[in-house]
Nanobody, 124 residues
Framework: QVHLVESGGGLVQAGGSLRLSCAASGRAFSTITMGWFRQAPGAERESVANISRSGGTTYYADFVKGRFTISRDNVKNTVYLQMSSLKPEDTAVYYC?????????????????WGQGTQVTVSS
């Protein structure tokens, strides 16, 4: 089992930045492929960014490319999402998720482990 806890959400003005963190416990973090997802009110949950076990491979949704950066620290058992140039449409609950297999996936049901989410609100 893997326990995930997100932090770092909040209210920010458009154009601002936030860094989300997700702390993991319960299993060797370096064996878990990680991802960040988000869900806006009335919308389906969608993949934002994903990162391989080593951190050497990353994948981004088109709508965040060039603005968001996913990274991980396997010593601190933490994955990060650095968000810049935030837009009001980035407003959502952001979740980190993990899966045991080594292949990066953007598919929600491929992830067995989920955090409780952290709210990000971007004002215009």
């Amino acid at each position: 089992q893997v326990h995930l806890v997100e932090s770092g959400g909040g209210l920010v003005q458009a154009g601002g930045s936030l860094r989300l963190s997700c702390a993991a416990s319960g299993r060797a973090f370096s064996t878990i492929t990680m991802g960040w997802f988000r869900q806006a009110p009335g919308a389906e949950r969608e993949s934002v960014a994903n990162i391989s076990r080593s951190g050497g491979t990353t994948y981004y949704a088109d709508f965040v490319k060039g603005r968001f950066t996913i990274s991980r620290d396997n010593v601190k058992n933490t994955v990060y999402l650095q968000m810049s140039s935030l837009k009001p449409e980035d407003t959502a609950v952001y979740y980190c998720a993990g899966r045991s297999t080594p292949v990066i996936s953007t598919t929600i049901y491929h992830y067995a482990y989920w955090g409780q989410g952290t709210q990000v609100t971007v004002s215009s």
